[in-house]
């Protein structure tokens, strides 16, 4: 059910007040370590808003979204290590992951792939790259002054910096307010673009894309488009990912982190873009929290949690609540008809 104008801004303004009380505020009350775990759950959540945008908006179903993660991630590395200044790269690893959907995008779309194959389509890219990844270990393989390092990584990458000035990097609260505040940004900008034109139109194609493309519509550039904006996304996800740990390697592009994506969708609530960035925030702390025993695989763990909200919860925690919120509403009660005077 749509909710009123009103409804809408409303939502929009406290979900915008929340995240910036959280940015602000958790530098204030959290220490170093504890910052830096925030950004890791930040860089997931941005992964999962790219996923959320194109497949609860627009309808696509990508399998393959750790491939522009990877990419923006691998994309910030060779970048830092040649410019020695983050600035640049972090316009790279947006630009190259979205020009990259877009040009994956072009031929699945204007070549007219169905649904199913996009799935697939985008699957199989993602384990080429990981496998391409793997396999560039020698030291032939490099980008400049940037050595690939197969499956060995590229470790100590330089953080964020401050723009123009390389040698000011920033410390954790510093990359906190970069990655809060790029989340942030994201948020307010899909919510701006959804309540365009562009939005409505995607978001009818998403309903029925026949009737969208007999109306005049060209679905394809719409689809194309929306596939290279969840592109930039995820490519900004991977950049902060590898800002984090000063290190990338080919597990980016693992199955698991577009298994995560999807997972944190479905657990938040699809069609909602507030939801997949809570369910990335409880992903992620059940995958930290798995990595501390031994008893339960964390892929078999997310797998658990898959088929338990699948099954129970098939809506989201997001959209369940809202609508346990409005069966708890007490019905307005009906309006007494005048009687009507009897004519003469």
């Known amino acids: 059910m749509t909710l009123p104008i009103s409804s809408r801004l409303l939502s929009f303004l406290t979900v915008t007040g929340l995240g910036l009380a959280a940015l602000l505020i958790m530098p204030l009350f959290l220490d170093g370590f504890s910052l830096l775990q925030a950004t ?3 860089a997931v959540a941005i992964l999962a808003l790219s996923q959320a945008f194109l497949w609860g908006y627009a309808g696509i179903l990508s399998f393959g979204q750790a491939a522009f ?3 923006g991630g691998y994309t910030y590395a060779v970048g830092v290590i040649n410019f020695g200044d983050s600035t640049g790269a972090i316009a790279l690893s947006i630009l ?3 020009a990259f959907a ?3 995008g072009y031929f699945m779309f204007y070549g007219r792939i169905s649904d199913a194959y996009v799935g697939v389509i985008t699957l199989t890219v993602t384990t080429i790259l990981y496998e391409l990844s793997n396999s560039t270990s020698g030291d032939q393989y490099r980008i400049g002054s940037a050595q690939l390092g197969g499956f060995n990584g590229m470790p100590g990458l330089a953080p964020f910096n401050i723009p123009g000035e390389p040698d000011q990097w920033l410390d954790e609260k510093g990359t906190w307010y970069v990655a809060m505040g790029a ?3 994201i948020y307010v900008l899909l919510r701006g673009l959804l309540a365009t034109w562009f939005g409505r139109v995607v978001i009818a194609i998403r309903e029925n894309e026949t009737r969208a493309m007999l109306v005049g519509y060209d679905v394809r ?3 194309l488009a929306a596939f290279a904006i969840s592109g930039a996304i995820a490519g900004l996800g991977g950049c902060i990912y590898a800002a984090w740990g000063g290190f990338v390697n080919p597990s980016v592009f693992a199955l698991s982190m577009s ?8 657990v938040g609530g699809i069609g909602t873009l507030l939801g997949p960035i809570l369910g990335a925030v409880i992903m992620q702390a059940l995958i930290n929290l798995s990595g501390t025993q031994a008893v339960i695989n964390p892929s078999l763990g997310m797998g658990i949690i898959l088929v338990i909200f699948v099954i ?5 925690i997001l959209p369940s609540i809202a609508a346990l919120i409005s069966k708890l509403k007490p019905a307005p009660h009906p309006i007494a008809a005048k009687p009507q005077e009897a004519k003469p």
């Open 40 to 42: 890791l759950f930040v």
């Open 69 to 71: 993660f990877g990419l």
């Open 96 to 98: 190259i992951p979205a």
């Open 102 to 104: 877009a040009l994956l």
């Open 183 to 185: 989340l942030l940004l």
């Open 221 to 223: 550039f719409y689809k």
């Open 259 to 266: 298994a995560q994506a999807i997972v944190s969708v479905l």
């Open 312 to 316: 129970l919860v098939p809506q989201g």
